[in-house]
């Protein structure tokens, strides 16, 4: 059974910092991860991802140097590491995977398997 489970997300003061994590289970075959976010009102949009050959992928410019993707392969886990989180970074963080992809993609329609999502909020 294909499993994928987030967690990780919460409430934070703007500066302040959050780990995601997207655990994947029964996935025989290597696939491709990617993070994306629905913010209130708006579209699901590519955040970031990890393609098989391990080369990852920023989509959004205000994430950069701030956002790291990276993964434990032994756990099978995906982490998104969140540092100076903003007020705009508040939505539901979504991980998913991609069986049929080999590079990074940023397109909702790219991925098989979704995760239920993590809340995460950026508030004073």
């Known amino acids: ?73 032994a756990k099978n886990t995906v982490y998104l590491q969140m540092n100076n989180l903003k007020p705009e970074d508040t939505a539901v963080y979504y991980c998913a995977i991609s069986l049929g992809e080999y590079y990074c993609s940023g397109v909702v329609w790219a991925y098989d398997s979704w995760g239920q999502g993590t809340q995460v909020t950026v508030s004073s």
């Not at 289970?25 to 699901?44: C, H, L, N, V």
């Open 1 to 73: 059974q294909l499993q994928i489970v987030e967690s990780g997300g919460g409430l934070v003061q703007p500066g302040g910092s959050l780990r995601l994590s997207c655990a994947a289970s029964g996935f025989t075959d290597d696939y491709i991860i990617g993070w994306f976010r629905q913010a209130p009102g708006k579209e699901y949009g590519g955040v970031s991802c990890m393609g098989r050959d391990g080369a990852t992928t920023i989509f959004v410019e205000s994430v950069t140097g701030r956002f790291t993707i990276s993964k434990d392969s």
